[in-house]
């Protein structure tokens, strides 16, 4: 009897998140309102439990993806045409694209290829006159080398704009991402992600006038939000606008998955952590180059499982997801770098060798399945597709 299909993700929506969902819906407020600033409020609590003590007060900005997210976050720091930006080509193209809603360039750099994660060394070399921003992926949920990225912020008088998008939660020095030292941090709760709202974002910064232009800007440049204006005691039907800003808020039927999905969190890193210690212990054995692993103690939010075939396996990567396909078994690949992609490529006139680790790991690489309601016979089951694939 053949096994039904194992999907490469999916989400765990429990009996909590459906009832706020219903709640919200009986409420008579369905668009950015007190469940929305609820859960900017829970995921402000969220990290400052994970930051270092006494450090200044950390705010949240809830938006309809991290994608708005990253926008706003650069637009607030000014960054705009004639600027730079840095990021890694071995990413989303969401990392990137907000540069170019701005008018600013981008200039991709290639990875470590021990980490998978852009290399300081070539955000360094990649830095001239006009660049204003360096923004690093925290790829697959391994945190990025934030120290040696903030040095040379520091050393060059740049921004920067974490895409933590997979990294939720993750640490670096026992610290949850999103209350390092960077200018802004950007989650996404996409369907996929560690967490979700179906579609959704969080912005994280200590900057007050940061917090203030990103709010401004998330809701068409009016000077207070939906919510104030139709609850407000006072007559309230007066608003001005400031700036030609976007519609990127966060309804309150998201925000009341994020508030439940944010409680579990923690509980979600445990058993993706669990099941990627399984697929370590099982794959040991075959062609592969298992997942580079964060420092004793860290946190690994494990968003995704990502795999390398070593060079004497004996079949490619496309053949061997086509097998796990054909038993049955769902997977990925993260990502094809922006590098390959016709607009990046022709924008920028980029070659593949001028990305040699990006473009060695994209060759060899897939993402296995790894989620939470997947089990250890569903890890075993992948394992044994593989070990099939590789070894015959
Ligand atoms: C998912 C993702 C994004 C975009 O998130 P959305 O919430 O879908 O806008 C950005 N960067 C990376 C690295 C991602 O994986």
Not at 111 to 133: G, M, V, Y
Not at 187 to 199: C, D, P, Q
Not at 351 to 357: I, L, N, T, V
Not at 358 to 364: D, L, N, T, V
Request: include cysteine.
């Amino acid at each position: 009897m053949s096994q039904p299909f194992l999907p490469f993700a999916l989400p765990e929506i429990g009996d909590e998140e459906i009832a706020e969902v219903v709640d919200t819906l009986k409420s008579g407020w369905v668009t950015t309102g007190p469940k929305a600033r609820r859960f900017e409020q829970d995921f402000a609590a969220f990290l400052t439990e994970g930051a270092e003590p006494g450090a200044a007060p950390i705010e949240c900005i809830a938006v309809n993806s991290a994608t708005a997210g990253l926008h706003l976050a650069l637009e607030a720091l000014g960054i705009g045409a004639g600027d730079e930006v840095i990021t890694t080509t071995h990413t989303f193209t969401a990392s990137a694209e907000v540069a170019r809603y701005l008018g600013a360039d981008v200039k991709l750099v290639d990875i470590d290829p021990a980490t998978l994660n852009i290399h300081p060394a070539a955000i360094e070399a990649a830095i001239t006159p006009r660049t204003k921003a360096i923004v690093p992926v925290h790829y697959a949920g391994l945190a990025a080398d934030m120290p040696a990225i903030l040095d040379i912020a520091r050393r060059h008088g740049l921004k920067v704009v974490e895409d933590a998008a997979h990294a939720l939660p993750s640490t670096l020095g026992g610290r949850l991402i999103g209350t390092l030292g960077s200018d802004v941090t950007v989650f996404s709760f996409y369907a996929n992600k560690t967490i979700t709202t179906g579609e959704g974002g969080m912005i994280a910064t200590r900057d007050p006038a940061i917090a203030a232009r990103c709010k401004v800007m998330r809701l068409h440049g009016i000077n207070r939000d939906a919510f104030d204006r139709f609850t407000a005691k006072v007559p309230s039907w007066y608003y001005e606008i400031v700036a030609p800003g976007f519609k990127y808020n966060l309804t309150d039927i998201a925000a009341a998955l994020g508030i439940h999905q944010l409680r579990r969190a923690h509980a979600f890193q445990e058993k993706r952590d669990e099941l990627a210690s399984l697929y370590n212990e099982l794959l040991a054995e075959l062609p592969l180059i298992l997942p580079p692993m964060p420092a004793l103690g860290e946190l690994h939010s494990w968003h995704l499982y990502v795999v390398r075939l070593t060079d004497h396996a004996r079949i490619g990567r496309d053949a061997l997801i086509e097998q796990l396909y054909a038993a049955g078994i769902g997977c990925s690949v993260h990502y094809i770098p922006l590098h390959l992609h016709p607009y990046w490529r022709e924008r920028y006139a980029l070659r593949a060798e001028d990305f040699p680790h990006s473009q060695h790991a994209y060759e060899r690489m897939l993402s296995l399945p790894l989620y939470t309601r997947m089990t250890a016979d569903d890890v075993h089951r992948v394992v044994q597709a593989l070990r099939t694939a590789l070894l015959g």
